[in-house]
C-alpha cells in the first residue's frame, strides 16, 4: 500500500496531539486541583478545570516547562466564587504564586495549610472578605519575595515575625482593620531589599519605630492611621526613597529640622500635627507631588525648584505659611 506524504504529516501530527502525549499534568497535582474545584462550588471561573483535559492548559494555572508541575494558582475577579481558601492549597509543593483577588465572596481566615508551600515566592490575598489576623506563620515562607494582604478585613496586631523573611521585597498590609503599633522588629529585615511598605488605612498606633532608621524603603505608605511622634527616621539624605505618604496621622515634628532623600518625587504630609518651616532643601528636589495642607507650619515658602509649580491647596490651612503660590508674607 502506497503512503502519500500527506497522510504520513497526518499521522505525525495525529500522534503528537494524542491525549497520552499531550497530557503533562502531574497525577497528584490535577487530583487536589479539582478537590480544590470542588471545594470552591465549582465555580464558572474554573470551568475549563476538565479531568478529562491536560492540567496544564486549564485557566488560572501555569505550569513549570520541564517538570509539568503547577507552580502558579491565580483565582481573580468572581463574585460568585463563594467559600473559604481550601486546605488543599497546601498540597501543591511546586507553587510559587499563590493569588486570590478581586474575589468579594471569598471568607474565613487566611488557611493555616499555606505555611506549607515552602517554594512561594508571591502571596496575594486581596480586595476579598479574608478576616482574622494575619497569622504568625507566613515567616515559615522563608522564599516569599511578596506578601500582599491588602483590601481585607483582617485584624489585630502586626506580627514581628514577618521581619524574619530573607527575601522579602514587597509587603501591603493596606486596607484593613490592623491595630498595635509597627513592630520594632520591622527596622531589621535581613534583606535591603524591601522597597515596598505599605500599611495605610489601618488604625495602627504608637510611634514610629527607631529602628526603621536602618530601612531604605522605596515607597513608605503609613497613610491615614493613628501614628504619633516624631518619623523623622525615615527621612534622610542617603536613602533612596521614591515617595513618602504619612498623611492623616498625628505625627508632631518640626519639619525644618527634616534632611530628605535626593531621590525624593513625591511627599504627603497633609492633616498632621506638624509645626516649624518648610525647608529650603525641598527646591532642589525634583518633585512631583507634594501636600502639607493641614499642619501647624509658619514661615515663608521657599522659592526654587518645583515648589512654586504647585497650587494653593498644597499648602492652605496652616497656621501661618506665606509667599507664592499663598498670600505674600507681610
Not at 479539582?34 to 505550569?63: E, F, R, V
Not at 492633616?271 to 518648610?278: A, E, L, Q, R, V
Request: aromatic share 10%; charged share 15%; with cysteine.
Amino acid at each position: 500500500m502506497k503512503i502519500y506524504p500527506a497522510f504520513l504529516s497526518f499521522l505525525v501530527i495525529s500522534i503528537f496531539i494524542s491525549p497520552s502525549v499531550s497530557d503533562h499534568c502531574n497525577a497528584q497535582d490535577k487530583k487536589v486541583l479539582l478537590k480544590i474545584k470542588k471545594a470552591l462550588g465549582n465555580p464558572y471561573l474554573l470551568a475549563s478545570w476538565d479531568p478529562n483535559t491536560d492540567c496544564c492548559d486549564w485557566y488560572c494555572l501555569k505550569c513549570h516547562p520541564n517538570t509539568h508541575r503547577v507552580v502558579s494558582l491565580t483565582l481573580f475577579s468572581d463574585d460568585r466564587l463563594t467559600g473559604q481558601i481550601p486546605p488543599e492549597v497546601g498540597d501543591l509543593p511546586y507553587l510559587e504564586t499563590l493569588l486570590f483577588r478581586h474575589l468579594p465572596n471569598l471568607n474565613g481566615t487566611i488557611q493555616p495549610a499555606i505555611a506549607k508551600l515552602k517554594n512561594l515566592k508571591t502571596l496575594r490575598l486581596s480586595w476579598t472578605n479574608l478576616s482574622g489576623p494575619v497569622p504568625n506563620f507566613l515567616s515559615q515562607l522563608k522564599n516569599l519575595t511578596y506578601l500582599d494582604l491588602s483590601f481585607n478585613n483582617l485584624s489585630g496586631s502586626i506580627p514581628s515575625s514577618l521581619s524574619t523573611l530573607p527575601n522579602l521585597e514587597a509587603l501591603h498590609l493596606d486596607r484593613n482593620k490592623l491595630t498595635g503599633t509597627i513592630p520594632e522588629s520591622f527596622g531589621m529585615f535581613p534583606s535591603k531589599n524591601l522597597y515596598l511598605f505599605i500599611l495605610s488605612h489601618n488604625k495602627l498606633s504608637g510611634t514610629i519605630p527607631a529602628s526603621l532608621a536602618n530601612m531604605d524603603f522605596n515607597t513608605i505608605d503609613l497613610s491615614r492611621n493613628l501614628l504619633e511622634g516624631d518619623p523623622s527616621v525615615l527621612f534622610g539624605p542617603k536613602k533612596t526613597t521614591f515617595e513618602i505618604d504619612l498623611s492623616r496621622n498625628m505625627f508632631q515634628f518640626d519639619l525644618s529640622k527634616v534632611q530628605f532623600p535626593k531621590s525624593l518625587a513625591r511627599l504627603d504630609l497633609n492633616h498632621n500635627k506638624i509645626t516649624g518651616s518648610i525647608p529650603a532643601g525641598l527646591t532642589d528636589l525634583e518633585l512631583q507631588f507634594m501636600n502639607v495642607s493641614y499642619n501647624r507650619l509658619c514661615g515663608q515658602i521657599p522659592v526654587g525648584g518645583r515648589l512654586q509649580s504647585f497650587d494653593y491647596s498644597t499648602y492652605f490651612h496652616n497656621r501661618c505659611l506665606c509667599g507664592a503660590p499663598l498670600d505674600t508674607c507681610k
